[in-house]
């Protein structure tokens, strides 16, 4: 059966995920994450007051936007579509709401066929999503970021990331990236543009429940963390860490038969990534 979270125990999970070891297949090797390492809490939403999201990336008040504002690599900034095939949508664009608030109060973005009406409207990408950055909220280029979220079951093309991004391209830093139903984190740098990491396999697709999926950034060492078990860890390369990053949560639809992401088929979409909390802390030695 699936776990549902109500209002309370949801922020009861952001409290203990310190302490919960995932079991069962998910099960990581590694150590839990030590709390003690963390301090003030920066940022904390579990969407029980609705979705404060700003369409035009010009309200400092709001917690969300949900483009990608004019920042992207240094030949262009990144269209709605960031080359994928579907669009970053919302009302004010192109019609199409692709997010919705769920009695509990958790967020669900969904995925679907675009309408031939807003097409025009979107480069002619094929499908609707939705993504939320904290851009105008929230930058911190040292700390711990957390969210909590459940996963679209199956490969077929979906691709829903949470990571981290700096004004301009690279640096970034890719805390879960689901591609094919494996779970992937790594960093981009100059260095290594095309990213250096690790994938995981050995813990499924992550769609059967929601779980937490942390990154600590202290400077000297970046950890990957699943239900406050840690499963990868790296040096920064070069510049990775002098950076204050904004937090991106999205879900892509794109692929090719043999591709990273899966072959894109008609059954990719409808898909849903749901959010339960978004949470981020300072260091506790700053």
Known sequence: MRAQFTGHSRLLLGLITGVMLATGAHAAPGDRLDRRQLGAQVFQDAFQQGLSLDHGCNDPNAKYVDQYCGEGPADGA??????????????DFDGVNPFMLEAAGDLRITAQLMAPAAEAKCFGAKYTSGMLSTRNSL????????????????????????WLKAGGWPPEIDIAEVANGVLNGSQHSKLHPNGVGSTAPHLG?????????????????????VDGVEWYRATPEPGVTDAAYYLIVNLAITGRPGGWTGGETPTSVPASLKIYS????????Q
């Open 78 to 91: 990144y269209p709605r579509t960031h080359g994928e095939h579907q669009c970053y949508s919302d009302p």
């Open 139 to 162: 930058r911190m280029k040292h700390g711990y970021w957390e969210v909590v979220a459940q996963m679209p079951r199956g490969g077929e093309g979906r691709w829903p990331a949470i």
């Open 205 to 225: 697709c992550l769609c059967d429940r929601p779980h937490a999926f942390g990154f600590l950034n202290t400077g000297a060492e970046l950890i990957w963390y």
């Open 278 to 285: 978004i949470s981020a802390y300072a260091l506790a030695s």
